[in-house]
């Protein structure tokens, strides 16, 4: 519990044995700063990953979206256009930066900025692994939760600032929306907690096991629906269709983004594919088992942590085709059932699944369906 | 070495959105050096090595508060909120007049010492000892106690957040005569 | 519960440094690379799809906002001071006191749904009000 990535790292012996060593050559302890360069470098690492998992995302949705609509798709950049990601990179640098005249410039780049800020700061804390966490905090969901709500102050301000029509009912529409979905979402988190009896993410993944039976999402009933509540939640938190009314092509333009070019427009884009990623991490973790791999002793190695980053990576990448899938299926909501559907649905339902789990807790000692079924 | 870091900046944030925000000609700016002045203060909370407030100051202030602000701000509607400054003794544009920031010295001269005398009676049963003591999460602490010693507190409060939330639900219910499918 | 410093929220601190550094440099790489053309009046019009923009965007706006603003903050509330009590719920089940918690936490999100109740039954979370809906509320 309470693993950092540099405890993981200074809990090898040969890794010790070289700190030490270090120590005694330069007759200082260098136990703090090498702490402070894990973390710098894993946080590195960590932002390069997901930055480059948000650039394909863009990918992937164009891909996948032709797949399900019979077309190519992007295939001119590199093999089955894989490159796409870099010319769209390059794209958007090499675009003019403009801002409209009457928009408060203040405020106008400023939003991007905490979109950026509410994405990038939950990486802390998600697990890819029991050992490449950055930092398993005791308050690891709660964290996560709270620090992602920036992303509606970004999307308010940015529609706000444009001083466009367009921009500011997607700002007003999105920020009311990312907000009211926290709600049932937040419930949903909070029964698991209540399963597992921890909010960080050690704790949450820890309780559970490698294979289905062990996982969140079969442990009772209401853990089963609570899933589908967190998924939808997410989606709408996450402006991801059928609830991208904050964004919707075909009656705002570009909803809250409608002003932004170049790089500002490109951050915006990347906040938001990178959140998707993030909050499909975050339903894999607590729901559909995590980064757990089979056997205990495997798992501590280094070739374990791999096997675990793998089986989360995968896991996040279905739930991603997920998202995609669903945007491709279900046609757009209107503004009236978006709330509807959040707090005469959704919210009721997560108190529902909140109540159940806690009556299970204490009705059969914690134990999970399976079991109950098949052993005594 | 790393919570002297996390103090100064947390409190340099905190310190300078504060003043930011109050000379800030236009309201939605305040309104966003406000944010960054909670989250500097939730910054502090770290240092102190509560968690679990921190997190909580961030998810009510940051993603709740904020919001309804600007959701405020824009319900007054209208271009009147841009630079709408008035000027301290003339010189610095602030939200407000001599008067204003006297009353506001004064009110925080009175809680600042009252908060004094408050303090120093508690202060003076506790030992101070130089040695940083080992972080301990208040998670924990904070469920059993909500559950044990404070169960009447933590019951209330969803009693008073009931009648806060019924209050509100009034207050801002149109009014028969406006409602036309607005 | 193992002693720690307050070390663990260092990579927090970084991570937030990086978004910072990620933002400012990808903005300066924008700038050192994009072409800035002459700002014309056409160019920095708001976009309104080629209609001419006829005043500001920044008017009066539904109040409904505000309620569901005012509503997410009681629920974000609550949520906060269930966190705690649900992180030591299985710990104190498994020590035997479960009924006595289950009591204090049904009681205290029956006080939640309560609220729930009152505004849908008084039509607060619709977002489109009809006459209908405040009919019932002169009742």
């Known amino acids: ?35 402070f360069m894990i973390f710098l470098l894993g946080a590195l690492v960590i932002t390069l990953v997901l930055a480059t ?8 949705e164009r891909k996948i979206s032709a797949d399900i609509q019979a077309r190519i798709g992007p295939n001119r950049v ?43 700061s939950t990486f802390a804390v998600i697990p890819f692994g029991s050992g490449i966490t950055l930092t398993d905090l005791n308050v690891g969901v709660f964290y996560l939760v709270a620090i992602s709500s920036l992303v509606g102050v970004g999307v308010f301000l940015g529609g706000y600032a444009s001083n466009s029509k367009w ?6 529409r999105g920020a009311s929306q990312i907000i009211s979905y926290e709600i049932p979402v937040t419930l949903s988190i909070l029964a698991m907690v209540l399963l597992s009896g921890g909010m960080s993410f050690g704790q949450i993944v820890g309780s559970q096991g490698a294979f289905p039976h062990q996982w969140f999402l079969f442990h009772n009933p209401f853990s089963f629906i609570a899933f589908f509540v967190l998924f939808t939640g997410a989606l709408a938190e996450t402006n991801r269709a059928p609830f991208d009314l904050p964004e919707a092509e075909s009656e705002l333009v570009s909803g809250y983004h409608t002003e932004y070019t170049g790089m500002r427009f490109g951050l915006f884009a990347l906040a938001e594919y990178v959140e998707v990623f993030v909050v499909s991490g975050v339903a894999v973790s607590l729901f559909l088992g995590g980064y757990n791999v089979p056997g205990e002793e495997f798992g501590h190695s280094l070739a374990g942590q791999g096997a675990q980053a793998t089986v989360f990576f995968l896991k996040t990448c279905a739930l991603y085709y997920v998202v995609i899938w669903i945007r491709w299926t279900f046609p757009r909501l209107r503004v009236d059932q978006l709330m509807v559907i959040c707090w005469k649905y959704l919210t009721p339902i997560a108190i529902f699944n909140l109540v159940g789990c806690a009556v299970w807790l204490v009705v059969f000692d914690g134990k999970s369906m399976f079991e109950l079924f098949f052993h005594h | 070495m790393y919570v002297n870091i996390l103090f100064l900046t947390s409190a340099l944030l905190t310190v300078g959105c504060a003043v930011a925000m109050l000379i800030a000609r236009n309201i939605m700016h305040s309104c966003i050096f406000l944010l960054g002045t909670l989250i500097g203060i939730a910054g502090l909370y770290v240092t102190l090595g509560a968690d679990f407030v921190a997190v909580t100051q961030t998810m009510v202030y940051v993603g709740g508060i904020v919001i309804l602000m ?39 001269f009175v809680f600042v010492l009252s908060q004094f005398v408050l303090i120093k009676n508690i ?53 028969k005569e406006r409602v036309a499918n607005d | 519960m193992p002693e720690q410093t307050l070390n663990v929220f260092m990579p927090v601190t970084i991570m937030m440094a990086i978004a910072v550094i990620l933002f400012v440099g990808a903005l300066a790489a924008a700038r050192l690379l994009s072409p800035r053309g002459k700002k014309t009046d056409e160019k920095v019009m708001p976009y309104e799809c080629g209609e001419e923009p006829v005043g500001t965007a920044w008017s009066l706006f539904n109040v409904r906002f505000y309620v569901v603003g005012l509503i997410f903050i009681i629920f974000d509330v609550e949520s ?16 035997g006191n479960g009924v006595y918690v289950l009591i204090i936490f049904l009681s205290f999100i029956s006080v939640l749904l309560e609220g729930i109740a009152y505004c849908w039954k008084k039509g607060d979370l619709d977002w489109v009000r009809s006459f209908i809906v405040n009919k019932n509320i002169d009742k």
């Open chain 1, 1 to 35: 519990m309470n693993t950092t990535i540099a405890e993981y790292f200074l809990s090898f012996d040969v890794f010790r044995s070289f700190v030490s060593r270090i120590s005694l050559w330069l007759g200082t302890d260098v136990t703090p700063f090498i702490v």
């Open chain 1, 53 to 60: 998992v948000g650039g394909f995302g863009t990918y992937a």
């Open chain 1, 78 to 120: 590199g093999p089955y256009g894989l490159f796409q990601l870099i010319a769209d990179g390059i794209k958007m640098v090499s675009k003019e930066d403009i801002a409209p005249k009457t928009a408060d410039l203040f405020l106008f780049y400023l939003a991007p900025f905490l979109a950026i800020f509410g994405v990038f």
């Open chain 1, 167 to 172: 921009s500011m009912l997607g700002g007003m």
């Open chain 2, 70 to 108: 600007l959701f405020a701000v824009m319900l007054t509607g209208g271009k009147e909120f841009v630079s709408r400054a008035q000027k301290l003794l003339g010189l610095i544009p602030a939200m407000g007049n001599k008067w204003s920031f006297g009353i506001a010295f004064l009110t925080s």
């Open chain 2, 123 to 175: 202060v003076k049963g506790v030992e101070v000892t130089k040695e940083a003591k080992p972080f301990v999460s208040t998670v924990e602490e904070i469920g059993e106690l909500l559950l044990t010693d404070h169960v009447l507190a933590f019951e209330l409060s969803s009693v008073l957040l009931l009648g806060a939330l019924i209050g509100a639900a009034i207050i801002a219910r149109p009014r």
């Open chain 3, 80 to 95: 906060v001071l269930m966190f705690p009590v649900a992180a030591v719920f299985k710990k104190l089940n498994e020590a």
